[in-house]
T-cell receptor, first 110, second 112 residues
């Protein structure tokens, strides 16, 4: 069963705009991770945020975590056509049961 | 270069056949995993192994089998008992469960 649920399911933006994706989950977690998947390929680990952290940055990526609301967001700033991919959140629950959501499909139009 | 290699990239299975998907890593990771991904969906855990000679069932283990005889290798066999095996199969590894997975590039299995 899935733990994280991404929202929206699909997002289409113009190059240069910011893209925001959200993830909600149900149980207490050790950490939350975001992954990217290009069509027909494996997933690539983007960023990990621990349960005691509220915000983390990596290049053009900004992740926030609100454990009181059991939610996280991934912001991609100044998006590029190469950012077109599916983005998944994965939650590492306190029993180390790692769960992936169904993903947000991001399309960045040049 | 360290990484995780899945082979083959594409695999075709006839009805009633067993097929084995290969997964090899040279990252010195202890934990390895197999996931199944169906079109437009997330990943579902088939099996995982946290140490050599030990593995655990995931959410959808029925019709699948694995072995972990070496740290580097975690092959998945899709048996004839798996009634709907057509899917994209992903292998992953990590230093320990729940922390920063590295994924292979996947094997697309089709029943013909």
């Amino acid at each position: 069963s899935q733990q994280g649920e991404e929202d929206p399911q699909a997002l289409s933006i113009q190059e240069g705009e910011n893209a925001t994706m959200n993830c909600s989950y149900k149980t207490s977690i050790n950490n939350l991770q975001w992954y990217r998947q290009n069509s027909g390929r494996g997933l690539v680990h983007l960023i990990l945020i621990r349960s005691n952290e509220r915000e983390k940055h990596s290049g053009r990526l900004r992740v926030t975590l609100d454990t009181s609301k059991k939610s996280s967001s991934l912001l991609i700033t100044a998006s590029r056509a190469a950012d077109t991919a599916s983005y998944f959140c994965a939650t590492d629950a306190e029993n180390n049961d790692m769960r992936f959501g169904a993903g947000t499909r991001l399309t960045v139009k040049p | 270069d360290g990484g995780i290699t899945q082979s083959p990239k594409y695999l075709f299975r006839k009805e009633g056949q067993n097929v084995t998907l290969s997964c090899e890593q040279n990252l010195n990771h202890d934990a390895m995993y197999w996931y199944r991904q169906d079109p437009g969906q997330g990943l579902r855990l088939i099996y995982y192994s946290q140490i050599v000679n030990d593995f655990q069932k995931g959410d959808i283990a029925e019709g699948y089998s694995v072995s972990r005889e070496k740290k580097e290798s975690f092959p998945l066999t899709v048996t004839s008992a798996q009634k709907n095996p057509t899917a994209f199969y992903l292998c992953a590894s990590s230093f320990y469960r729940g922390y920063g997975y590295t994924f292979g590039s996947g094997t697309r299995l089709t029943v013909v």
